[in-house]
């Protein structure tokens, strides 16, 4: 889930400003767990053993990642800017990870579960992971909007290469196999 200010008259630009954050909430289900044998395994296991842990010195969810999307743009001086009197919505020129310009994740060769929130106040967003040629890379879709879904969807797959548009304020969780890809492979 995520949480940002109410203020009446304030919420988008407090929002725009970094006034929000995600928080990951965890379910009998939903307890990652993945050494164990998981419900396909074992149909008295009801863990879906979906990736989580800690497999590194620091951090505590280093294989679920929450990943906050939005937009921002910036004035001549190098300031966030944000225009308050601007009721029909505002779009950034810039678009920003967990609040970070051009970020980047270092991955180990498994599965990661990303949980990708729309955190911008006026922009929808139409998501895809490629190869740096272009390729589709393939991923599952196990959540949307904080809720586990009955059966995951693979991507790409018939209807779809990428992930519907993602609304304002819309959470969707995926799951990537990065054993697939050679040491050193950047996707975008």
Not at 33 to 41: D, N, Q, T, V, W
Not at 95 to 113: G, H, I, K, Q, T
Not at 154 to 172: C, G, H, K, M, T
């Amino acid at each position: 889930h995520w949480f940002h200010d109410h203020m009446i008259d304030y919420t988008a630009q407090n929002v725009y400003k970094g006034n929000a954050a995600m928080m990951n909430y965890y379910s009998a289900v939903d307890r990652g767990r993945e050494g164990l044998k998981c419900h396909y395994a074992d149909p008295d296991n009801a863990n879906l053993c979906l990736p989580s842990g800690t497999g590194l010195d620091w951090g505590n969810r280093d294989y679920d990642v929450n990943l906050l999307i939005a937009d921002k743009a910036w004035d001549a001086n190098g300031q966030l800017s944000f225009n308050v009197f601007n009721t029909d919505g505002f779009l950034g020129d810039r678009v920003l990870v967990n609040w970070s310009w051009n970020p980047y994740l270092d991955v180990r060769a498994r599965r990661y579960r990303f949980r990708v929130l729309n955190g911008a106040v006026s922009r929808y967003f139409k998501l895809a992971l490629v190869t740096a040629t272009g390729q589709r890379v393939p991923f599952y879709m196990v959540g949307n909007d904080g809720n586990l879904m009955e059966h995951s969807v693979a991507f790409p797959n018939a209807q779809s290469q990428d992930l519907p548009v993602q609304a304002i304020a819309e959470r969707y969780d995926i799951v990537v196999d990065f054993s697939q890809f050679a040491p050193g492979t950047k996707l975008y």
